[in-house]
């Protein structure tokens, strides 16, 4: 991707850590005027709670919007240079609701303007886009609104970012009360589903309440290793540890993360909220001072994500790190922690997750639709073959060497027109004919990848809807029971018999539970299709796997809608919970249950997404 001002360069890494964003607040008059004059962009109808920006004119007004007092989010998506939409504002405007605005803006002239009217690092271009928070102008730090590019970001990512920057403004209410506890790491799923285990037994779900946005709270936790933090209810929030580098002096071993590779230079950074620590290629090829080793590259030998040995180099008060010489002898020097009390940010041996990069020029994305966020049956698994994780990990190989069949053609290029002698000029030609070939039979076999790709999707596609027709098919109809709670049960019970194989039967076997008087009611005008899915997500309520489910995104209901509200408790005791049956669908159904004080569910009622009645 090009830089803003048109120079090719790598990406900025510190623009791309994993953080939050935020949309426009109550200028409404002004939306509406920015709609009447823009009611298209790129041949997508704008929302009623859009507005787009072409030109500089308009630049001052959003600016003011951006850094002033505002009540909501403000989420800025910029086009692509062919001026298309890489994140889909509509798309991200129906998930977010009403809670934050959003506001499109053209690259070119427009984008140009808003970099000189914005703090350094918070402009957006290119077709990437970024969430402000309300209070944006109070503190202007980029690392409060990081820019997510589409090629390393989903439409998730954005909205997750937007949604944990809205502040509820409420009437004060007595904080609640906490306490700073001990407890020990049990499982670590995801941004969600953490859970630790206190001193006395119980268990507690870890938040990122204290966390801030730059920082991974997954990254920052290890099973079996101890977590500290504040104790609210049954929810633990851990607090960043501070980033103090000076405990680092010359000499030391230590671990870092690779976060950028170019030409010239690897980036190494000790701690996120650490500023990006250079390396050129003397510190990481050894003997590039004396000539050696001329022919290999700084991404040869590192790349971005690794976890790798360095040096500390201390120059006064400057830091500086260095592969070269690194002893692996040496004992380590513990890397910083995350959390305050909590285990090393780094563990040799193991590296950053890489995301998966689509290709923006000539080649279509790898996945363009999204998958059903129910895991398929054992059925589905052996009947259609899935190839998402094998193929792009082959396409990104590929992708690598094309490349380095590129910089290779290039490098040739450059001796071509410096060399003098007619053989060798013979001899370079020669192999640019070979590799342009290779280069093109490379492409030939992307291009075939693609298409099996292609294919397998569609017959994926296919299985997937002769299972839709077929579900239902074995059902029994309720009318032939004696009443509505055996039939229910019988169909929980052939749910879970089908769902889950021989090995998990006693691992995950359906514990008690109870039917509510208006449960039964609230499934009467499902279809066949939302009725399994229903029937699924009882099943892992009841087996207890919703929690382990991302997709089920459980929490417990409120009394009001602010995050401060008191959760809701009936008043035998019994807790109030919420799981998705669907998501990313019309009119997506939810799940609510009760948890009784003995650990019984009691099913309550399938409700539209925007029913929050227990």
Not at 313 to 320: K, V, Y
Request: proline share 6%; glycine share 8%; net charge negative.
């Amino acid at each position: 991707m090009k830089s803003h001002r048109g120079i090719l360069a790598p990406l900025p890494v510190e623009l791309c850590a994993e953080a939050q964003g935020h949309l426009l607040g109550d200028s409404r008059r002004q939306s509406r005027r920015q709609r009447d004059l823009k009611p298209r962009v790129g041949g997508r109808k704008q929302t009623m709670r859009m507005r787009h920006i072409e030109s500089a004119g308009a630049i001052a007004e959003l600016a003011e919007a951006i850094l002033g007092d505002r009540h909501k989010p403000l989420v800025l998506i910029s086009t692509t240079g062919d001026g298309a939409f890489a994140f889909d504002p509509d798309q991200i405007a129906r998930e977010i609701g009403t809670e934050a605005e959003i506001a499109t803006i053209a690259t070119g002239e427009a984008t140009y303007a808003l970099e000189h009217a914005l703090p350094p690092k918070s402009h957006v271009f290119g077709g990437a886009a970024r969430s402000y928070p309300a209070d944006f102008g109070a503190d202007p730090d980029w690392r409060r609104s990081i820019l997510r590019f589409p090629d390393r970001h989903t439409s998730d990512v954005l909205i997750e970012d937007a949604l944990s920057q809205v502040v509820v403004r409420s009437l004060a209410t007595a904080a609640p009360r906490r306490t700073w506890v001990s407890a020990t790491v049990e499982r670590v799923s995801g941004a969600s589903g953490n859970v630790a285990r206190l001193a006395n037994g119980e268990r507690a779900m870890i938040v990122a309440d204290s966390f801030p946005p730059y920082l991974s709270l997954t990254e920052a936790l290890v099973e079996g290793e101890p977590v500290e933090g504040w104790l609210t209810g049954r929810d633990l929030a851990p607090e960043p540890a501070n980033a103090d580098l000076s405990c680092f002096e010359a000499g030391m071993t230590t671990l870092a993360r690779v976060v950028k590779v170019t030409s010239q230079r690897a980036y190494l950074v000790l701690h996120p909220a650490g500023s990006e620590i250079p390396l050129r290629r003397r510190d990481v090829i050894p003997g590039a001072d004396a000539g050696e080793n001329a022919d290999m590259q700084i991404a040869d030998v590192v790349q971005v994500g690794h976890t790798v040995r360095v040096r500390v180099l201390r120059t006064g008060t400057s830091l500086g790190l260095s592969l070269v010489g690194v002893d692996a002898e040496v004992p380590l020097v513990a890397p910083l922690p995350l959390l305050r009390g909590g285990t090393p940010w780094l563990r040799e041996g193991i590296n950053a997750e890489r995301t998966p990069v689509t290709e923006t020029a000539d080649a279509q994305p790898l996945e363009v639709t999204s998958p059903d966020p129910t895991p398929p049956s054992p059925a589905q698994a052996t009947a259609t073959p899935t190839p998402r994780a094998a193929d792009a990990e082959a396409l990104a190989e590929l992708r690598d060497e094309v490349r380095e069949l590129r910089g290779a053609f290039a490098r040739l290029g450059r001796e071509l027109r410096a060399g003098t002698d007619l053989e060798t000029l013979d001899r370079l030609r020669d192999e640019s004919t070979g590799l342009s070939s290779e280069l093109h039979r490379e492409r030939a076999l992307r291009r075939e990848r693609d298409a099996i790709i292609s294919g397998l999707r569609q017959e994926l596609r296919d299985a997937r809807t002769t299972r839709s027709d077929s579900v239902g098919a074995g059902r029994t109809e309720q009318r032939a029971w004696p009443n509505g709670d055996d039939w229910l049960r019988y169909e929980v019970l052939a749910t879970w018999a089908t769902r889950t194989i021989a090995a998990d039967k006693s691992r995950h076997a359906l514990s008690e539970y109870t039917i509510g008087p208006h449960f039964l009611q609230s499934m009467s005008d499902l279809d066949e299709r939302q009725l399994e899915k229903a029937l699924r997500t009882v099943v892992d309520v009841v087996t207890g796997r919703v929690a382990e489910i991302p997709g089920r995104q459980l929490h417990r209901l409120r009394e009001g809608e602010g995050g401060s509200d008191p959760y809701v408790v009936r008043a035998d005791g019994a807790i109030s919970w919420r799981a998705s049956i669907e998501v990313n669908a019309p009119s997506a159904r939810r799940l609510h249950y009760w948890q009784l004080p003995g650990g019984t569910i009691e099913l309550s009622r399938v409700v539209l997404h925007d029913d929050m009645t227990p």
